[in-house]
């Protein structure tokens, strides 16, 4: 029988791109409660705990209500919002973290699916981190910018309607200006970090795509660590995944712009090392498409390791 799948929240700009992907797929029995009984508290219980696995593509405070009605009943979850990302008893949804968080992936009851910026983050710190070429108490920047989608509907509606009173005219705009964004926590808690870096989001006027930006001093990283040695750390991490590369220093050097646009409508990640060795400096850079390796990517690719195993 074919495991059944409910997303909680799939009229949502994260829901509807999961509904896409899964749509046309044979082997699951994708559930979707009528539109009328959508606000019916008793039906929404009832397709949580029918469900094998509740994708959960909702506010926070919603999600943990979700899993709070159906957790006893034995249904799996992956939550899309922040509300677990940092909780010792759910699996952190990046399978790329480490060689065996695809397994502990495949046989969690709870994983939460990272956020857009912090996926591009914590794939280029976590691996530097684990092998300790990135002291856990570096001064970390990071700076990015995404596409319009990943604030949701009504940041849309802002964008693309200029009609509207509070319309977004400007091309591209820094937020999150008290440096208390909320993909911080997790970033920390999951790339080993034991200071919170400082981290300036900004929105660009494209729909989809994401440049992550991590700065590093070479001289402040342990044990003499150059260049090479950067790219060689994430290169053999990454070296077996179908989903992050590494591009060579040969592509890296010859860059002399990164669109981030660049892998929209993909669900893969790609991370340049651009350095200046002269001066001491490396520029770690993730590419991702912010509603793909992002989002609603990250979450079919969870759920494809969630059946499996």
């Not at 006893?72 to 759910?90: K, L, N, Y």
């Not at 976590?126 to 108490?137: E, K, M, Y």
């Not at 920047?141 to 995404?146: K, P």
């Not at 592509?251 to 669109?259: F, I, K, N, P, T």
Request: hydrophobic content about 45%; some cysteine.
């Amino acid at each position: 029988m074919a495991p059944k799948i409910f997303i909680d929240g799939e009229h949502g700009t994260t829901g509807l791109q999961i509904v896409t992907r899964l749509s046309g797929r044979t082997d699951i029995d994708l559930m979707s409660m009528p539109a009328e009984q959508r606000r019916d508290p008793e039906v929404r219980k009832t397709f949580l705990r029918d469900a094998d696995i509740a994708i959960l593509c909702l506010p926070d405070d919603a999600a943990r209500e979700a899993v709070a009605l159906a957790a006893d009943a034995g249904t799996r979850f992956i939550d899309a919002s922040t509300a677990h990302r940092t909780a010792p008893d759910w699996m952190f949804g990046f399978a790329e973290l480490d060689a065996g968080q695809a397994d502990r992936i495949a046989k969690a009851q709870f994983v939460s699916n990272p956020g857009c910026y912090s996926t591009g983050a914590i794939a280029v710190l976590a691996p530097l981190v684990s092998r300790g070429i990135l002291p856990a108490d570096y001064p970390v920047t990071i700076n990015a910018v995404s596409g319009y989608t990943g604030g949701g509907k009504q940041l849309i509606a802002q964008m693309e309607d200029a009609t509207r009173d509070d319309a977004i005219t400007a091309s591209h705009f820094a937020y999150a200006l008290t440096l208390a964004h909320k993909h911080v926590p997790e970033i920390v808690v999951r790339g080993g970090l034991s200071r919170k870096p400082i981290f300036t989001p900004a929105v660009g006027r494209f729909p989809q795509g994401m440049l992550v930006n991590v700065p590093l001093h070479l001289d402040l990283l342990n044990g003499g660590a150059s260049v090479e040695t950067v790219f060689q750390a994430l290169s053999e991490h990454y070296a077996a995944s179908e989903i992050v590369e590494v591009a060579g220093p040969a592509e890296a050097a010859a860059a002399v712009r990164l669109d981030p646009e660049e892998l929209k409508g993909s669900d893969r990640l790609k991370i340049y090392v651009c350095a200046n060795e002269d001066a001491g400096q490396v520029n770690l850079v993730a590419s991702l498409d912010n509603l793909g390796k992002g989002a609603s990517g990250a979450a079919v690719q969870n759920l494809g390791l969630m059946i499996k195993g």
